[in-house]
């Protein structure tokens, strides 16, 4: 079982509709990320939040707000999306800030359909 | 810029067969981090392995092993004696440092074992 858990595992809204994705992780890891995955593509990297701060913004629209209330969560706030943006969206978290001093745990990822 | 190619998109293999999956990657770093990652049919990327530049040193762990040659920036992922559970999309992801630190990845090889 993955220790990231990512809530709700399916979503379907519509492109007027405010909604939110969560992440949790109780592995004491410093560092938490968003990552988008389109079908049949890699993982792309959107937020990065280090110690509770949000440290890298890949030029992500402002549709996706992201928050950290606390070193165990992550939020992705989704606001007027359109139907591109449909994808899995995976939640992952390291003990380091830096993603190259050691592995990405990740979650199963919240699967979103934009109507 | 960092790229990693993994050439191969579809692997079709029968149960106890042998497979490799190639990747190749190119980088002006001399610090580096090479990764490959496991995403089964549940989503969530699992970390399988990590090496740094300077250990060139191949690694076995059970079935699986790893041959890292910096002469040819490969990374190349040897599933020996294959079972069905290996089905799953296999990247291979790099990482280097300072505005290189964030992970790249490769497209993903889909791997099939049948039985």
């Known amino acids: 079982d993955t220790e990231v858990t990512q809530t709700p595992k399916h979503l379907v809204m519509g492109m007027t509709n405010k909604k939110s994705l969560k992440c949790e992780q109780h592995m004491g890891h410093r560092a938490m990320y968003w990552y988008k995955q389109k079908a049949k593509k890699p993982p792309e990297l959107m937020f990065v939040y280090s110690y509770e701060k949000l440290s890298i913004n890949e030029s992500v629209p402002s549709r996706f707000s992201p928050e950290c209330p606390n070193s165990s969560l992550l939020n992705l706030h989704l606001h007027a999306l359109q139907p591109e943006d449909s994808a899995l969206y995976l939640c992952?978290?390291?003990?380091?800030?830096?993603?190259?001093?050691?592995?990405?745990?990740f979650g199963e990822g919240s699967r979103l359909t934009v109507l | 810029a960092q790229k990693v190619t993994q050439a191969q998109t579809e692997i079709s293999v029968v149960e106890k067969e042998d497979v490799t999956l190639d990747c190749v990657y190119e980088t002006r770093d001399t610090t580096y981090y090479l990764f490959w990652y496991k995403q089964p049919p549940s989503g969530e990327l699992v970390f399988l392995i990590r090496r740094n530049s300077f250990d060139e040193q191949n690694e076995i762990s059970g079935r699986y092993s790893w041959n890292f040659q910096k002469s040819t920036s490969s990374f190349n992922f040897t599933i020996t004696a294959s079972q069905v559970v290996d089905s799953a999309v296999y990247f291979c992801?790099?990482?280097?440092?300072?505005?290189?630190?964030?992970?790249?990845f490769g497209k993903g090889i889909t791997l099939s074992v049948r039985p």
């Open positions: 992801a790099l990482s280097g440092t300072g505005a290189n630190s964030k992970l790249t």
């Open positions: 992952a978290s390291s003990p380091w800030a830096s993603p190259n001093t050691g592995e990405l745990f």
